[in-house]
């Protein structure tokens, strides 16, 4: 299975301040057919379901503010919300979906500081 | 509107059985493989269980297989797992969850999860 591993496991971030999110994966994740990595990240707030945010490393979904971004190349990325809000408060989950088992990093808790 | 209404937890002992139920609607069902996954109570997210459109592949993580089935009724848009010789490590809220037309392992909607505990 492939492994993803995010860092930190949580971080406290001013309003209006850069919050940044790590996450490797144990093996290569690139796509072959559009030569882009099937990479997504979810956002949870409490007592939701995860909501799909970024995918293909760096598309957004409808919707998602472009405070939120991501990138990376090789087993290693970033997420990064440009300028912390109060309603991006929640745990943010990497995943990977480049084959079965789909595997998820642990999540890391974003709170304000 | 997308919509996963996932319903059928609830308590049950070690070595039971409990069949969760997930319905779909606001998309065209038979185009999209669907998924289960679960959360530990304050842990992160597992991939549990998933089957293609037309029902015919299915797969499991290592943990369930054997012990769970996954399902589905293209004429009642739902989506089953069936779940025997439960273990107290099974206790979690279960997420259903729609793949990607296309891209089948990417989750983009997911369902308000339902809370399955496994205590005598």
């Known amino acids: 299975d492939i492994v993803m591993t995010q860092s930190p496991d949580s971080l406290a971030v001013s309003l209006g301040e850069r919050a940044t999110i790590n996450c490797k994966s144990s093996q290569s994740i690139l796509y072959g057919s559009n030569n882009e990595y099937a990479l997504a990240w979810y956002q949870q707030k409490p007592r939701q379901p995860p909501k799909l945010l970024i995918y293909w490393t760096s598309t957004r979904e409808s919707g998602v503010p472009d405070r939120f971004s991501c990138s990376g190349s090789g087993t290693d990325f970033t997420l990064t919300i440009a300028s912390l809000q109060a309603e991006d408060v929640a745990v943010y989950y990497c995943?990977?979906?480049?084959?079965?088992?789909?595997?998820f990093g642990q999540g890391t808790r974003v709170e304000i500081k | 509107d997308v919509q996963i209404v996932a319903s059928g937890g609830g308590l049950v002992q070690p070595g039971g059985s409990l069949r969760l139920s997930c319905v779909a609607s606001g998309f065209t069902f038979s185009d999209h493989w669907m998924h289960w996954v679960r959360q530990l109570p304050g842990e992160g997210l597992a991939w549990v269980a998933h089957i293609d459109s037309d029902g015919r592949r299915t797969n499991y993580a290592g943990s369930v297989k054997g012990r769970f089935t996954i399902s589905r009724d293209s004429d009642k848009n739902t989506v089953y797992l069936q779940m025997n010789s439960l273990r107290a490590e099974d206790t979690a809220v279960y997420y259903c969850?729609?793949?990607?037309?296309?891209?089948?392992?990417?989750?983009?909607?997911w369902g308000q999860g339902t809370l399955v505990t496994v205590s005598s």
């Open positions: 995943q990977q979906y480049y084959t079965t088992p789909v595997t």
């Open positions: 969850a729609r793949g990607e037309r296309g891209f089948d392992k990417l989750l983009d909607s």
